[in-house]
C-alpha cells in the first residue's frame, strides 16, 4: 500500500537519539534549547520556544495573546487542533468561509466578520500555501487585533520570500510524525515578543518559574523555584529536539524533493478535465506539506474507493470544522467551504515517494477516468 504520507528518517537521526539517550540527560535541556535556537535562525524570528505538540502550540499562543473571553476568527478548513484551542481558552470560535482555490481563509470575510469583542484572527497555511499575509495584518492591527498562524502545514514554506514564522504575532508548528519536519511529536511557537515567551516557557511546565535545565546549568542542582500560575505539562524534551535539529538541517531539502513530486502531478494531471489541481499564488512559495486535487463531477469518494483497491490511500483534508457535532453552537452557513470540501482528495505524498510509485499513482488517477 502507498500511503498518503510517510515519515523520512535516516542514521542520522538515530545517530542523534543514541547520543541524548547515553548524555545523562533526556529531558528538557540542552538540546531542545539548541533546536529552539536553530528554529529561530531559521524562521528569522526573533524567540521560539518548543512545546511538545502544534496543539499545545496554539492552546498557549492564544492564551498569551489574551482571548478569553472574546471571539477568534477562525478558518474551518484544518484539523481539529486549531479550533480546539480557542475552546480551551473559554474564547469563541468565529468561523470564516475559504477561498475556493487556495483553502485558506478568506480577507473579506475577516473583514466582515471583526466586532469589538474580536481579539484574534487564526489563521492556517493550507498545505503549506501561506495565507496573504499583508492585508490580513494591516486589517488586524489597525484594530488592535493579533494574528496567530497556524503553520502546521507551513514548515519551511515562504510568503513573500520570508519564512513562515516571522510574519505574525505569534507562529505555531507541528512536528507530528508525518509533518515536512518529523519527530514523532513535538511542536513550536514563534514569536517577536520575549516576554509572551517567557510566559510560555513558565506555561509549558505547570507555571513553575525556572525549569530543572534553567537551575541546574553552570552549577549544582538547585531545588527551589516558585509557581506563578497555572501551567501545563507541554515542554518538549531532548530525545525529540535532536532529531529536530537534524530534521531542520534536512528541511530545505526535503522540501525541495516534495516540490519536484509536486511539479510531477501537476504536468501529468493538467490534461485531466475532472480533476483540478493545486494552485500557488505568486506571494507563496508552498512547504507543500499535502497534495490537494479536487474532483469535479461529484465522483470523489469513487475516486478513494478506486484508488483504495489499487492499494493507494488517499485522504481527504479537511471534513469543515464548523461541520462537526459538537461545533453545532458556531456553526454559520459558509458556501465555499461546504461546497468545495466534498471535491477535495488528498494524494500521496513524501520525500521518499519513489518515482515509479508516483508513476504508478498518475496511471491510477488516471484509470479512473473510463471507470
Ligand atoms: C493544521 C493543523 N493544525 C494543528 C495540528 C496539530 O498538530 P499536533 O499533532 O502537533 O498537535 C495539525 C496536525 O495534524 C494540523 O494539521
Partial sequence: MIPVFRPSMGDEEVRAVERVLRSGWIGLGPKTREFEKRFAEYTGAE????????????????????????????????????NHAILYNDAVPVFADIEEDTLNIRIDEIERLITRNTKAILLVHYGGHACDMDPILEIAHSKGIKVIEDAAHACGGEYKKKKVGSIGDATCFSFHAVKNLAMGDGGMITLHDQDAAERIRRLYWLGISRGTWDRSKDKAYRWEYDVDEIGYKYHLNDILAAIGIVQLEKLDRKNARRREIVGKYNEAFKEVSWLKTPVEKDYATSANHNYVVKVLDGRRDSLIEHLAANDISAGVHYIPNHLYDMYKPFYRKLPVTESVWRQLVTLPIFPDLTESEQDYVIDKVKDFEGK
Avoid at 59 to 75: N, P, Q, R, S, Y
Fill in 47 to 82: 524567540c521560539a520556544v518548543a512545546l511538545n505538540s502544534c496543539t499545545a502550540a496554539l492552546h498557549l499562543a492564544l492564551k498569551v495573546m489574551d482571548v478569553e473571553g472574546g471571539e477568534v476568527i477562525t478558518t474551518p478548513m484544518s484539523f481539529i487542533s486549531t
